[in-house]
């Protein structure tokens, strides 16, 4: 085989993929699986959201559209940040993009050069080390502990930057924990970057699946606008992961930046996609609210089942739909472990180390799936795991 370019070795992947992959094959073979390992909503995407892409497409948007997004998105992400981060915002900092993700690997792309420090979550979404090292950057991660129900303390982030630092990645609700940074977090974070020549990205793609009322945003803190991005999108909030449909709320002259960027890669996102997160973010919202309260329900379900069996503890995480159970009563790498449940007791889960060293003596288990599966995977655990030595 050719050859491949060498920047390759250094960019990394998502392991859910690679074991939902395992799981289809043993599938294939006739086994009986339960999907723990992927994050996306189980719902159908609404309706109303279905039916405005419908008719965007009967009225003919199917062509190519302004790279940042078409004007009426933008207008509307630009109110609805301004209403639930309580920042004014011009339709002119908005970029749309092909799911939330882009927005992470244009981010660091624009921000960050060869030998720039870049602090992150660890565990956490492994895109963000990936993308860091592809561009030459020199991860730092952070350390979240289950004693501080997985919150990163903002003292180890003080510890860590550095006139190096050139950007800090903050996810909450994060993933894979499900922790949240609470509002005193929020502020002495600002407090700590505020003014230096540090961006921050802040990951709130599971803003709307917060189970103790709504999150804050670094994007609400004084003075923050200037050297924030914000991700947020439609996938985790309306069931809409396979559209592809996120954004990023950034400064000005960042928004020309990642929309180059845009240019040189996708040209722009679907316009009848654009056209339904429109009714999504203007329509009703009793979807949204029906949705995050079936999760709260299998978040309680779950955690109690994992708490139910020995050797397991379950913090209860505050939002998205993940539990991180800690398994170190098992003595057995996560690896190993979720490989065990994978082949021994056909439940998909990934190890705590697919997001990070500090996940380690952790497992990470998706709950959005049903209640019916969620109490045949705890069956299965529990009986697996009592066979262990
Ligand atoms: N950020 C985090 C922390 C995620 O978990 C995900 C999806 O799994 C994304 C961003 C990207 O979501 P999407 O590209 O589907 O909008």
Redesign the pocket.
């Known amino acids: 085989a050719l050859p491949l370019a060498e920047s390759l070795t250094r960019l990394g992947t998502e392991s859910a993929f690679e074991v939902l992959a395992r799981a289809r094959e043993l599938e294939a073979q006739g086994r009986s699986i339960v999907h723990m390992e992927i ?1 996306e909503p189980d719902f159908d995407t609404p309706p109303h959201v279905r039916r405005a892409a419908a008719e965007a497409l009967e009225a003919g948007h199917t062509h190519y559209v302004p790279s940042p997004g078409i004007r009426e998105l933008r207008e509307a992400i630009a109110a609805y940040v301004r209403h639930t981060r309580g920042v004014p915002v011009d339709p002119a900092e908005v970029v749309v993009t092909p ?4 927005i ?1 690997f244009y981010t660091i792309l624009a921000t960050v050069n060869p030998g720039d420090e870049v602090i992150y979550p660890d565990p956490g ?1 492994p ?1 963000y080390e990936s993308c860091v090292r592809y561009v030459g950057g020199v991860p730092v991660p952070i350390p979240l502990r289950e004693e501080r129900d997985f919150r990163f303390d903002v003292e180890e982030l003080r510890a860590r930057l550095s006139p190096r630092t050139r950007l800090v990645i903050l ?1 909450s609700p ?2 894979p924990t499900g922790g949240a940074l609470s509002a005193e977090d929020v502020r002495a974070i600002a407090d700590m970057v505020r003014g230096r020549p540090v961006w921050v990205l802040s ?1 709130e ?2 803003s709307r699946l917060s189970y103790g009322g709504p999150v804050p945003s670094i994007l609400s803190e004084p003075g923050m606008k200037d050297q924030t991005v914000l ?1 947020d ?4 909030t309306y069931a809409m ?1 396979g559209w ?1 449909l ?1 954004w990023g709320v950034m400064p000005v002259h960042l928004a020309e930046a990642v929309t180059r960027l845009v240019i040189n890669s996708v040209s722009c996102t679907a316009a009848f996609v654009q056209w339904a997160g429109i009714a999504a973010l203007t329509g009703p919202q009793d979807s949204v609210e029906r949705m995050r309260e079936e999760f709260r329900r299998r978040r309680d379900a779950i955690v109690a089942g994992l708490n139910d069996i020995p050797g397991v503890t379950c913090r209860v995480p505050g939002g998205a739909f993940y539990v991180f159970p800690n398994v170190r009563a098992f003595g057995m790498p996560s690896r190993e472990l979720a490989r065990y449940l994978l082949d021994e007791a056909g439940v998909a889960v990934l190890a705590g180390t697919a997001f990070g060293p500090s996940g380690e003596g952790y497992l990470r288990l998706s709950y959005a799936t049903s209640m019916a599966n969620i109490e045949e995977a705890l069956r299965r655990m529990r009986s697996a795991l009592a066979r262990l030595p």
């Open positions: 994050g799911g939330g993700k882009p992470i979404f895109i996810n994060g993933n990951d793609i599971y991700l999108g439609f996938s985790k992961t592809r996120g």
